[in-house]
């Protein structure tokens, strides 16, 4: 049963009000979309790269007849695929959605034997082209800066080491190894975490399509628009972090020789400058939305 992460929070913050259009840019089982659209009589474009996620939002173009429409593509080509007009809120739910994590055959868990695949849009490299023909310099170097995995090299030559008897081919073959080379650190930690966060995030570019999602919601937004981001591990949540203090004025200045019309416009206000957590409450009844992190900002136009 998939429950939509932080969906109180981010109602909170982006108000639904009649008449108003929204952006859900993660359609993923459509928890955020319904949510809106149960809360307000307004409208919801929503997005996702996942052809399956295609045959869910037909449910809902039926059910919210009118006020509904989905579009299958890439948050980063957003300001390509819909309607080019001023929206009033953009959000994002990021990562993968639980009909991905539980089944088998998209090969995003480790907790379950599937082909090794991740890729969301299904097509494209997948993780097991990437483990089976890379060199271990390039496969440790995926494993370290999207996976902030310690033991990257050793994994890697691993890797390499298995790889000469016979080819990756399961989500199991791999989890296997990185344990065996890892080792358990902690109760409840599965050492194969950081290894499939970081194919996945290198298969999908996912920190690359949430830079541009970015940048095209700035200039999808009215004045006042809320701009939504749910993420889920440090390298995402830095990259919004970051995004919003740029935006909001809130870096400094790069150098005095730098004439004060060069400087970044504010396009931003924050009204709050630390991240939402889940309650208590909602990680205890979801553990998926444990390291959920909401950040926010209201859209400003000045002359920007
Ligand atoms: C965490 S789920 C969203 C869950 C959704 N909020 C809900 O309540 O059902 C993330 C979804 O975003 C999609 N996604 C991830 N990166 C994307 C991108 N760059 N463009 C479009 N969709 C993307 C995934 O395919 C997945 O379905």
């Not at 996912?206 to 749910?230: A, F, P, T, Y």
Request: glycine share 8%; proline share 5%.
């Amino acid at each position: 049963m998939h429950k939509p992460v932080m969906v109180n929070e981010v109602l909170k913050v982006l108000a639904p009000l009649d008449q108003e259009t929204y952006i859900d840019a993660t359609f993923g089982a459509g928890g955020y979309s319904k949510a809106i659209l149960d809360k307000a009589k307004c409208s919801v474009i929503a997005l996702d790269r996942d052809p399956d996620a295609k045959k869910r939002a037909q449910l809902f173009e039926s059910h919210y007849q009118g006020r509904f429409s989905f579009f299958e593509g890439r948050f980063g080509d957003m300001s390509q695929l819909i309607p080019a007009k001023h929206y009033d809120g953009i959000v994002f739910d990021l990562g993968v959605s639980s009909p991905q994590l539980d089944e088998a055959e998209r090969g995003f868990s480790f907790k379950t034997e599937g082909p090794l695949d991740m890729r969301m849009d299904k097509k494209g490299l997948s993780a097991a082209d990437i483990v089976n023909t890379y060199d271990e310099k390039e496969i440790a170097r995926i494993l370290w800066e999207y996976g902030e995995e310690r033991k990257s090299r050793l994994i890697a030559h691993a890797i390499l080491e298995k790889r000469k008897e016979r080819p990756f081919t399961t989500t199991a073959q791999l989890a296997h190894l990185v344990r065996d080379i890892v080792g358990f650190e902690r109760p409840g930690f599965d050492p194969a975490t950081r290894t499939f966060q970081a194919l996945r995030l290198y298969v999908n570019d996912e920190l690359g399509e949430l830079e541009k999602g970015l940048e095209c919601s700035e200039n999808l937004l009215k004045d006042g628009g809320r701009l939504i981001v749910v993420s889920f591990h440090s390298l995402e949540d830095r990259l919004v972090k970051t995004f919003f203090k740029k935006r909001s004025g809130g870096l400094p200045h790069p150098s005095r020789f730098v004439p004060e019309t060069q400087k970044a416009p504010i396009t931003f206000h924050l009204t709050n400058k630390k991240a939402l957590l889940p309650e208590e409450s909602e990680i205890k009844e979801n553990p998926r939305s444990r390291s959920a992190r909401l950040r926010w900002g209201i859209r400003v136009k000045g002359n920007s």
